[in-house]
């Protein structure tokens, strides 16, 4: 792997993960009312559709006589169901700071133990760097009793989350193109969470509705996994699991910035050292890509 296709990939899954920030921002400002369950199931039904257009047809069929493509559509939507239902139960502070903190570590181990590879000492470095930013950024969660399963729930988003990652990056490496892998995944999940779609969706039906979708399924969906896939194709799991804090990153700048919330010092403090996590990890990526089969990874 050469240093630019290294480079391509590092930018190609921090662009994915600026447009999942953009989700919540839009979600805030164009449907406020509606549930984060219908959110994401038909954010998952319309990106699915989107990523199969992508395809150029249904040529990614083939793909369901792998086993391993219906446990990646099982992790996605187990990945959607399991942080909102984290969120529902521990609110959104703790949800997403258990979801999105466990995420790369759960992916970066599945990796280590599935793929026999072990991380780089600058994965290691860069994710504990990073889930130290992300729980400053996030803050003292408030005063009240744990909700053990909201923190179950997370955990168990963070791991589907690595089975997906893992899957598709294994796929593609194999050969499959990243876009059918992703269509036939997404594909599946959408499905799955296709109730939820229709039993808790009505905010679709008005304008500003129609246009949160489209944002929400073409752009923060499509269009961001197709990004995320370019990534899966010459990155190792755990490093897209890394990078991908900068989602949250993106929508604190959002939130502050378009909704005018507040960021405490703290809180900047926390920005500041996702920033560093993301550069540390993204200049060790793209350095060492001559010298391994993937830049992020040291085989042993």
Do not use: K
């Amino acid at each position: 792997m050469t240093p630019t296709s290294s480079r391509t990939g590092v930018l190609s899954v921090l662009g994915a993960a600026v447009l999942f920030g953009t989700s919540g921002t839009a979600s805030q400002l164009l449907i406020p009312e509606a549930s984060s369950a219908s959110i994401a199931a038909w954010r998952l039904i319309l990106g699915a559709i989107g990523l199969v257009v992508l395809t150029r047809g249904f040529s990614f069929f083939h793909l369901y006589r792998l086993p391993l493509i219906w446990l990646m559509g099982l992790g996605v939507a187990a990945f959607q169901f399991f942080f909102f239902l984290s969120v529902s139960l521990a609110g959104v502070a703790v949800g997403t700071l258990i979801t999105v903190s466990a995420a790369p570590w759960c992916t970066g181990l599945l990796g280590w133990v599935w793929n026999r590879v072990r991380p780089s000492r600058a994965w290691w470095a860069a994710t504990a760097i990073g889930v130290i930013g992300l729980t400053l950024l996030v803050g003292r969660p408030p005063e009240g009793d744990i909700e053990i399963g909201g923190i179950a729930a997370g955990l168990t988003a963070a791991a589907s989350y690595a089975v997906f990652t893992n899957i598709g990056t294994r796929l593609t490496v194999e050969g499959a193109p990243s876009t059918s892998v992703l269509a036939a995944s997404f594909a599946l999940s959408a499905l799955i969470l296709l109730p939820f779609a229709l039993t808790t969706g009505s905010w679709i039906l008005s304008g500003e509705g129609i246009a949160a979708a489209l944002w929400l399924g073409l752009i923060g969906t499509t269009a961001a996994y197709w990004l995320f896939g370019r990534g899966m194709r010459v990155l190792q799991a755990g490093t897209i699991g890394t990078l991908n804090l900068a989602e949250p990153l993106v929508a604190t700048i959002l939130a502050v910035t378009i909704l005018g919330e507040a960021i405490s010092v703290i809180g900047v403090v926390g920005c500041v050292l996702i920033l560093l996590a993301l550069l540390l990890l993204s200049r060790s990526v793209t350095t060492q890509a001559p010298h391994t089969q993937r830049s992020d990874v040291v085989t042993g």
